[in-house]
T-cell receptor, first 108, second 117 residues
Framework: QKEVEQNSGPLSVPEGAIASLNCTYSDRGSQSFFWYRQYSGKSPELIMSIYSNGDKEDGRFTAQLNKASQYVSLLIRDSQPSDSATYLCAVTGNQFYFGTGTSLTVIP | GAVVSQHPSWVICKSGTSVKIECRSLDFQATTMFWYRQFPKQSLMLMATSNEGSKATYEQGVEKDKFLINHASLTLSTLTVTSAHPEDSSFYIC?????????????FGPGTRLTVL
């Protein structure tokens, strides 16, 4: 079992819709959770971090964490074509683990 | 956010030569730096973890004698690809981590695209 699992996609949503990205992790001792965005040919960029159960909102992005279910998600409201990228979930406990990423395409 | 730079951003070299890539944390001290490699349309692959002043920890399957890592200060880590071959052509990305639980994010450099002819 991988430490962090994501649906590789591709996920396609129309412009203006809500994109929902999901991630599960195996280590119950994990403490910090991150979402990175990676455009094609570029390095990952940190867009959200969350440390406690519940929701955290930053602009059009909302991260949701449920430690009991070992689940973290990212919602992107009012999706724009510029949101088209690969989104990486990362989890830290004793080590830092990345998921393989979900490819998102926002269709104009 | 924290800024991490890499130099060079791209390099082309002949087979058999060595290439050094620098990774710097510009506005924070990085106790730990990471080196990743990414082939086209594939996910990030962690190569090694480097802590300032100590030897790097390499992931399984990564040759430590081929990929030399030096983390001489809290703001600089270098990766040297020795005797590079075409199969080493890839996108090399470093990241740096701040300390403490709440500030445990990794910040990535812009990457170095290596092409070995």
């Amino acid at each position: 079992q991988k430490e962090v699992e994501q649906n590789s996609g591709p996920l396609s949503v129309p412009e203006g819709a809500i994109a929902s990205l999901n991630c599960t992790y195996s280590d119950r001792g994990s403490q910090s959770f991150f979402w990175y965005r990676q455009y094609s040919g570029k390095s990952p960029e940190l867009i959200m971090s969350i440390y406690s159960n519940g929701d955290k909102e930053d602009g059009r992005f909302t991260a949701q964490l449920n430690k009991a279910s070992q689940y973290v998600s990212l919602l992107i409201r009012d999706s724009q074509p510029s949101d088209s990228a690969t989104y990486l979930c990362a989890v830290t406990g004793n080590q830092f683990y990345f998921g393989t990423g979900t490819s998102l395409t926002v269709i104009p | 956010g924290a800024v991490v730079s890499q130099h060079p951003s791209w390099v082309i070299c002949k087979s058999g030569t060595s290439v050094k890539i620098e990774c710097r944390s510009l506005d924070f001290q990085a106790t730990t730096m990471f080196w990743y490699r990414q082939f086209p349309k594939q996910s990030l692959m962690l190569m090694a973890t480097s802590n300032e002043g100590s030897k790097a920890t390499y992931e399984q399957g990564v040759e430590k004698d081929k990929f030399l890592i030096n983390h001489a200060s809290l703001t600089l880590s270098t990766l040297t690809v020795t005797s590079a071959h075409p199969e080493d052509s890839s996108f090399y990305i470093c990241s740096a981590r701040t300390g403490g639980r709440q500030y445990n994010e990794q910040f990535f450099g812009p990457g170095t695209r290596l092409t070995v002819l």
